[in-house]
């Protein structure tokens, strides 16, 4: 436990680097996604020899949440009965469970809380379990003896099952063999025959499931899934958005308000990595009323890795293009091409401060446009705002 009462690392953050990781993400990539730094990422990975089965997923309805746990607490200082506690659980609990949960649970000083109780759970689902291998030194020899021999796990695991098909305890599957030669804290192979596999990896490399496209965002909703509404432009708060990309990989953010074409630059000096382009974002839709705080259609590029953070701070609903369709984006490509007279290709883009940016922006909702009858994109908005006052 850190100090103030707050958990390390917790499940949800690991649960959610893990997906990124299945998804195609690279390490760093999928580290940015869930908030959490390099060093952590990679060692992350690294304790689970790059296995990918061994991250965390989400978990089974059956355990107990931290929500659970909050109103166990609850219930516990208001004097309610275990009965009453666990029926308002959801889904509800007995009261067997809502007691075995307490007793196991009590601090030093026989009070219940529910971050303290929520580590515990954690650090005994963590703690380690006798592998079959580790348990069983007549099939560990042979595994290792073959490995020796350079023979590849699952050619290990059939010829076992060939030999041995009616001794269940010398049945192993290849990829129990994989996970006791990569991950760390199973110790059931020796970590240097990894050197006899046909890789040579010390960490094992996930592979990309068929059709599986690399680096997909997890959780991405497709611009299909999108509603009827946002088409007509007949609701204002629908954004689109893109990056304009300079020379040494220096980047501005545009986004444009679909109905009024309003639009906002976002100001990303030296990086536009998921976290730096996820805070400029909600730093800027946060000067915005919720009304103006629909939606918001990208591309499906890694900068957006962040996705469900930038949702849950503005209330964006986030939908992606198809990959190689900007006209899926209309607004906001025509709007880039304007912005372009500003931000000339092949330029460092990183010299542009943020009130150059809020100059430029001023100036392009300033200009009279056809598609809104000669109203300017400002004028546009300042209607919507005032429509709004009155209703």
């Not at 007509?232 to 893109?242: K, L």
């Not at 980047?251 to 030296?270: C, D, N, Q």
């Not at 730096?276 to 890795?305: I, K, N, Y």
């Not at 150059?356 to 705002?385: M, Y």
Request: hydrophobic content about 35%; overall charge positive; glycine content about 10%.
């Amino acid at each position: 436990m850190g100090s103030g009462g707050r958990l390390p690392a917790s499940r949800p953050v690991r649960e959610l680097f893990w997906a990124g990781v299945r998804s195609g993400l690279a390490v760093a990539e999928a580290g940015a996604a869930a908030g959490v730094g390099h060093t952590a990422s990679a060692r992350w990975f690294r304790q689970a020899g790059g296995v990918t089965a061994n991250g965390p997923g989400p978990v089974s309805g059956r355990y107990l949440s931290v929500a659970d746990r909050e109103e166990i607490a609850i219930g516990v200082a208001r004097g309610e009965s275990l009965r009453e506690i666990g029926a308002r659980l959801e889904p509800p609990r007995p009261a067997s469970t809502v007691s075995r949960e307490v007793r196991r649970n009590r601090d030093g000083r026989g009070r219940y809380r529910a971050l303290a109780a929520q580590g515990l759970a954690e650090r005994r689902a963590r703690r380690p379990k006798v592998a079959k291998l580790a348990g069983n030194s007549e099939l560990r020899g042979w595994v290792q003896g073959k490995l020796a021999l350079r023979w590849s796990p699952e050619q290990i695991s059939t010829v076992l099952r060939q030999e041995h098909g009616d001794r269940p305890e010398m049945q192993v599957s290849h990829e129990t063999i994989y996970q006791s030669i990569y991950v760390q804290g199973r110790g059931a192979l020796r970590r240097e025959l990894a050197a006899s596999l046909r890789t040579g990896r010390a960490v094992r490399k996930p592979r990309r499931k068929e059709g599986e496209r690399r680096g997909r965002i997890p959780g991405m909703v497709n611009i299909s899934e999108r509603p009827a509404e946002i088409e007509d432009r007949a609701v204002p708060g629908h954004w689109e958005g893109d990056l304009i990309i300079g020379t040494k990989d220096t980047a501005i953010g545009t986004l444009v308000e679909r109905s009024t074409r309003f639009v906002m630059l976002l100001h990303l000096p030296g990086r536009h990595d998921a976290a730096t382009v996820a805070a400029a974002m909600t730093g800027a839709m946060s000067t915005l009323p919720a009304r103006l705080r629909r939606s918001l259609t990208w591309d499906q590029g890694r900068e957006m890795a962040m996705h469900a953070q930038i949702a849950m701070a503005t209330g964006l609903d986030i939908y992606f293009c198809d990959p190689h369709s900007p006209w899926q984006r209309g607004s906001n490509e025509n709007t880039n091409g304007l912005l372009r007279q500003y931000f000339p290709k092949s330029t460092d883009l990183s010299v542009h401060s943020r009130e150059h940016l809020d100059q430029v922006a001023a100036e392009l909702n300033s200009r009279p446009r056809k598609t809104l009858g000669w109203k300017t994109p400002a004028q546009a908005l300042d209607e919507v705002l005032a429509a709004d006052q009155a209703a």
